[in-house]
Each structure stands twice: as C-alpha cells, then as structure tokens.
Nanobody, 114 residues
Framework: VQLVESGGGLVQPGGSLRLSCAASGSISSISPMGWYRQAPGKERELVASITSDGSTRYADSVKGRFTISRADTRNTVYLQMNSLKPEDTAVYYC?????????WGQGTQVAVSS
C-alpha cells in the first residue's frame, strides 16, 4: 500500500488549502482514512478521519474550519482547510488502516504565516 499526498504550501492567515492523498495497492474497501499533523516539538495528532461509509471525526481545534472527504473510489481522501491559523503550521500526514495495519504517507508541509 502506498499513499501519496499533495497540496501543501505557504498560505497567509485566513487563507485556504486543499490537501489530497491517493492510496494505491491492495486495499480493503472498508479501510478508514485520515489526516494527522505534527508541528515542530510536538507529538503527532489526529486532525480528521473518515470511514468507508462517510462517517467523519475532527479534532476540536479544526472543527468548523476543516472538512475531510473521500472520492467515490474510496482510495482518495481530501482535506479542505479554511480560515487557516499560524497554529495550523505542521507536516500533515495521510493515513490508511488496511486490514488492521496502519500505513502513512511521506507528509506534506503546511505553513501559515504572514
């Protein structure tokens, strides 16, 4: 299983970014997917997750600003990030749990700064 992320970058506070993650390989149709992030000096934390039937979960810090969605193929997941804040600066990692085993992407940097 491979995960490839894209869409990170530098944005001003209040701006928006959309992250994408495409999964390939032998993947179960019921594999949940999600996004984590890790800021310098901090532990990796869950940002948002989505199941195969579309159920979502968000960290309190991003509720109302971020939206996770999944393509019809179920192997691509998106994270729409609006009203970005400097504290959203981190490396964002896509994750997929396939048959009980977690897989991670290489990470994409998001920097929010004026």
């Amino acid at each position: 299983v491979q995960l490839v992320e894209s869409g990170g970058g530098l944005v001003q506070p209040g701006g928006s970014l959309r992250l994408s993650c495409a999964a390939s390989g032998s993947i179960s149709s019921i594999s949940p997917m999600g996004w984590y992030r890790q800021a310098p000096g901090k532990e990796r934390e869950l940002v948002a997750s989505i199941t195969s039937d579309g159920s979502t979960r968000y960290a309190d810090s991003v509720k109302g600003r971020f939206t996770i969605s999944r393509a019809d193929t179920r192997n691509t997941v998106y994270l729409q990030m609006n009203s970005l804040k400097p504290e959203d600066t981190a490396v964002y990692y896509c994750t997929l749990t396939n048959n009980g085993r977690p897989y991670w992407g290489q990470g994409t940097q998001v920097a929010v700064s004026s």
